[in-house]
T-cell receptor, first 113, second 115 residues
Framework: KQEVTQIPAALSVPEGENLVLNCSFTDSAIYNLQWFRQDPGKGLTSLLL?????REQTSGRLNASLDKSSGRSTLYIAASQPGDSATYLCAVRGLGGANNLFFGTGTRLTVIP | DTAVSQTPKYLVTQMGNDKSIKCEQNLGHDTMYWYKQDSKKFLKIMFSYNNKELIINETVPNRFSPKSPDKAHLNLHINSLELGDSAVYFC??????????????FGPGTRLTVL
């Protein structure tokens, strides 16, 4: 059974710092890994999707890496801004019949002005 | 706007009632999902459905049933609501083919409170 863990659970950084969020998963048989952002009381916004054959994806100040064999992904945020404050969720899509995502527990990021 | 939409955004109801949450996507996707986010903010799949197959998470009580009038809609019907059903429910959709590329798009969520 797939289990996804995110460390740390919460992180506070001063504005301008670069930071890394970690995600690990127990079953490396995945189609892809997706990083989401969730603002308080809001839905999920997809940030990046990495296919199982890829090593990384970049979008603006965000860079996500994937090491499928070791069951790890990182989300790197460069030059953090207060507007980056949110909960970041990673999710993997397994190879099983259902197309659903298995979600991590999330990292709550606070960027201090 | 192209999106996944849900109604209502908030739902407050008494224990024992029956309620429905509606979900619509205009992305032309083949597969739709319902997820539940509990009080600890953990998201877990409830149902996965395309026009051929319904896959149910075995932990979901049979009081919950998805109903799909057409490919663009997947409504969630809940019978005999219990206190423990209070949560945020998210609908999502994705294309069916090319699974490695399939990004899932989420609705804004419905916050259900059972009193």
């Amino acid at each position: 059974k797939q289990e996804v863990t995110q460390i740390p659970a919460a992180l506070s950084v001063p504005e301008g710092e670069n930071l890394v969020l970690n995600c690990s998963f127990t079953d490396s048989a995945i189609y892809n890994l997706q990083w989401f952002r969730q603002d308080p009381g809001k839905g999920l916004t997809s940030l990046l999707l990495i296919q199982s054959s890829q090593r990384e994806q970049t979008s603006g100040r965000l860079n996500a890496s994937l090491d499928k064999s070791s069951g790890r992904s990182t989300l790197y945020i460069a030059a953090s801004q207060p507007g980056d404050s949110a909960t970041y969720l990673c999710a993997v899509r397994g190879l099983g019949g259902a197309n659903n995502l298995f979600f991590g527990t999330g990292t709550r990021l606070t960027v201090i002005p | 706007d192209t999106a996944v939409s849900q109604t209502p955004k908030y739902l407050v109801t008494q224990m024992g009632n029956d309620k429905s949450i509606k979900c619509e996507q205009n992305l032309g996707h083949d597969t739709m999902y319902w997820y539940k986010q509990d009080s600890k903010k953990f998201l877990k799949i409830m149902f996965s459905y395309n026009n051929k197959e319904l896959i149910i998470n075995e932990t979901v009580p049979n009081r919950f049933s998805p109903k799909s009038p057409d490919k663009a809609h997947l409504n969630l019907h809940i019978n005999s609501l219990e206190l423990g059903d209070s949560a945020v429910y998210f609908c999502a959709s994705s294309p069916l083919d090319r699974p490695s590329y399939n990004e899932q798009f989420f609705g804004p969520g419905t916050r259900l409170t059972v009193l």
